[in-house]
């Protein structure tokens, strides 16, 4: 059997890509990874990141 390498997702910037992390559900690609690692609270761009990352295990809260 051939073994292909198959591409994901990434759940920042919606593109597919091969390597990249898992953060619980959520695949970040490395680029992403890079980005987030280098972004500053402060900036707006943190927000967004921020955002994405809250789409992940989102628990279901029951009021
Ligand atoms: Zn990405």
């Known amino acids: 059997m051939k073994t292909v ?5 990434c759940g920042i910037c919606d593109q597919a890509k091969y390597r990249g992390i898992h953060l619980y559900n959520l695949f970040i690609c490395c680029e ?3 980005k987030m690692i280098h972004t ?3 900036q707006e761009q943190y927000q967004y990141y921020l955002n994405k990352l ?3 295990n989102q628990p279901k809260l029951y009021s």
Not at 5 to 9: A, F, G, L, N, P
């Open 5 to 9: 390498e198959q591409s994901k997702t």
């Open 32 to 34: 992403c990874e890079q």
């Open 40 to 42: 500053e609270p402060k």
């Open 54 to 56: 809250k789409n992940i």
